[in-house]
């Protein structure tokens, strides 16, 4: 069985880890209660670090002559150095960090859908929706990692990706910590279905930064393949991609599956192109049958298993459609 690594992940502290929020109250959400025991997490609430205290009177994004400003409307208060400060002091020492959970809509912590008001009056009206002064340092500092707000990963396929990506990425900078082509050489053998369902041009991309190292310092090779890493998962797979590979490890099985075996297996892909069941149906007929013929190539696929089993569930998601946007 499959060890798998404890990505490490920043997360709002307000989600169950204290009584942070705005009004005195912590939200506990299900996910990141369910992860608790596969991740290590770092809780941070920006409002709280810049002193504005618990309970505290709301902030707001408002924007002020054009300029995009934090703002406390019952103190008159602008705290938008503040949280720069903070939020770049705070990620500037980050190490090791895999991922990010924040709190959706907050004016610190929301990566998208964050309310911004025309000026600071009472009464002003609403603008062109962004993102709060935290998230979008984490999204301009830390790109290419997963970035989620809580309310999102309630969608099975966007938590999905999530965690592959989490725990894809949390693998690998294992491989940094080794530090030798070798250790690459096995990432990316392990790790070539995963990418050719993400994006098969971008691994194309990678195969020949692993060949072909041409005497560089491995820690040289390794970080320009980390940067194609972090593009090929930046976005969630396509369907269609999804079912070549599928299609591609059928063909090890295809002399000894029975026609009703294959029958099934392909009246299965046709529900996951259709959205009827999610990725992980097909991928576990597939997985069945590796055990069963012992396939070793096959046997070592992360696509096939990419985060721990037992996240796997569609209890409380909403419908497991594909949505507009990745990270």
């Known amino acids: 069985m499959r060890e798998f690594p404890r990505p490490r992940v920043v997360v709002s502290k307000c989600l169950g880890f204290a009584a942070c929020r705005y009004n005195g109250v912590t939200i506990p959400d299900a996910f990141v209660q369910q992860l608790a025991d596969y991740v290590e997490y770092l809780p ?7 002193g504005l205290g618990v309970p505290r009177d709301p902030i707001r994004v408002v924007l002020i002559e054009g300029e995009v400003r934090l703002y406390q409307p019952a103190t008159g ?4 150095q503040a949280m720069q400060d903070f939020a770049f002091a705070y990620l500037d020492g980050l190490e090791d960090v ?9 004016p610190s912590c929301g ?6 008001y025309h000026g600071t009056e009472a009464g002003a009206g609403q603008v062109k929706k962004g993102r709060g ?18 309310g999102r990963l309630t969608n099975f396929t966007i938590r999905e990706h999530f965690m592959t990506a989490l725990f894809t ?3 690998f900078r294992a491989v940094k910590a080794r530090g030798t082509v070798g250790e690459l050489v096995r990432f990316h053998s392990d790790n070539k279905l995963l990418l050719m369902a993400y994006n098969e041009s ?7 930064i692993v060949a072909n190292p041409q005497k560089r310092a491995a820690h040289e090779v390794i970080a320009e393949y980390e940067e194609h890493l972090g593009k090929a998962l930046a976005k969630l797979p396509r369907r269609t991609a999804g079912i070549n590979v599928l299609m591609h490890a059928l063909g090890y099985f295809s002399k000894k599956l029975n026609a009703e075996e294959k029958a099934y297996f392909l009246d299965t892909l046709e529900k996951y192109r259709s959205e009827q069941v999610p990725l992980s149906v097909p991928v576990s007929l597939i997985g069945a049958w590796v055990v069963r013929f012992g396939e070793p190539y096959l046997a070592r696929q992360t696509f096939f298993a990419p985060y ?4 796997v569930t569609i209890s409380g998601s909403k419908r497991y459609n594909r949505p507009t946007t990745g990270y």
Not at 77 to 80: A, E, F, G
Not at 111 to 116: A, C, E, L, M, N
Not at 202 to 208: D, E, S, T
Not at 308 to 311: G, H, I, M, N, Q
């Open 202 to 208: 971008r691994l194309r991309q990678m195969g020949p």
């Open 77 to 80: 208060r602008d705290v938008t």
């Open 308 to 311: 721990p089993e037992v996240l």
């Open 98 to 106: 895999d991922g990010f959970i924040l709190k959706g809509r907050s």
């Open 133 to 150: 002064f935290f998230g979008a340092a984490v999204l301009e500092r830390f790109a290419p990692l997963p970035v989620e707000e809580e």
């Open 44 to 50: 941070v609430c920006p409002e709280f670090e810049i």
């Open 111 to 116: 990566i998208k859908d964050v309310r911004r």
């Open 169 to 171: 990425l949390a693998d």
